[in-house]
């Protein structure tokens, strides 16, 4: 159960819209925000003049902080704290979280410095590789229309991973619709139908131990394609993957089907630790 939620803020419209996703999509947490002051980014005085502009950041931080302490009084959610701190933005978040008890950072997929063509920002990607806990990028969510999940599209490949990420998504979407997809790699010897069977099967049985109904699917392709292609024409609202697979590395690698969704998926995705 997500009890303690970070919530890294920057002032960016995407980061007050994922504040309000996360709000809406944990309302029973304790939440705390987190501005980081970047020294790099002297943009608030003029070219040759920055000699007031830590003055200037910390006026806007506090400004960022009182929106985000409306948001939460408005959704009636426990804001537990507001955090401040002066340095690299994805150094500070994961350094907060280690020094922290935190089970869950949810973030904006782009922030002030993002440019269309980037699908995540620079932050929200080192926290996804670097973290110990898990994290929820969010993308296309408008904080005026913000709503709980109502379809939630669960990846599995048989990893203990991937069924925590299955536990997660029971538990924390249970109000939702649940999809469990298995994608078969024609490119790995042993992923059969008959393979696919016995772990959607798992799931299932997994499922009825709590009492919930989930859907179950498989289909044959590649995974991290298919599975965004699958979140594309059915509608879905939120994506849950395992953060590491079949290999046992501990981070999200490049290249990996976790990061790869993480990065084109076009709905918040939770990677699970």
Known sequence: MVQRVLDPIDGSDEAFDALEYSFVTFPDASHTTLYVINPTKKRYEGPGRDENWLTKAEQETEEVHDTAREMAEHRGVTLEGTVTRRGAPAEQILEYVDQNDIDQISVGSKGRSS???????????????????????????????????????????????????????????????????????????????????????TTRQRADDRGSTIRTESERGDPARTIAERVTERDVDHLVVGRSGRSGWPRVLLGSVAESLVLRAPVPVTVVS
Request: glycine share 4%; net charge negative.
């Open 115 to 201: 440019i269309d063509t980037v699908f995540v920002g620079s932050v929200a990607k080192t926290v996804t590789r670097r973290s110990p806990t898990t994290v929820t990028v969010v993308r296309n969510v408008d904080r005026e229309d913000a709503t709980p999940p109502e379809q939630v599209l669960v990846a599995v490949d048989g990893s203990e991973r991937a069924y925590d990420a299955f536990e997660f998504a029971l538990h924390e979407f249970s109000n939702g619709t649940i999809t469990v997809l298995h994608v078969i790699d024609p490119s790995e010897a042993f992923a059969t139908a008959t393979n696919a069977d016995s772990i959607l099967e």
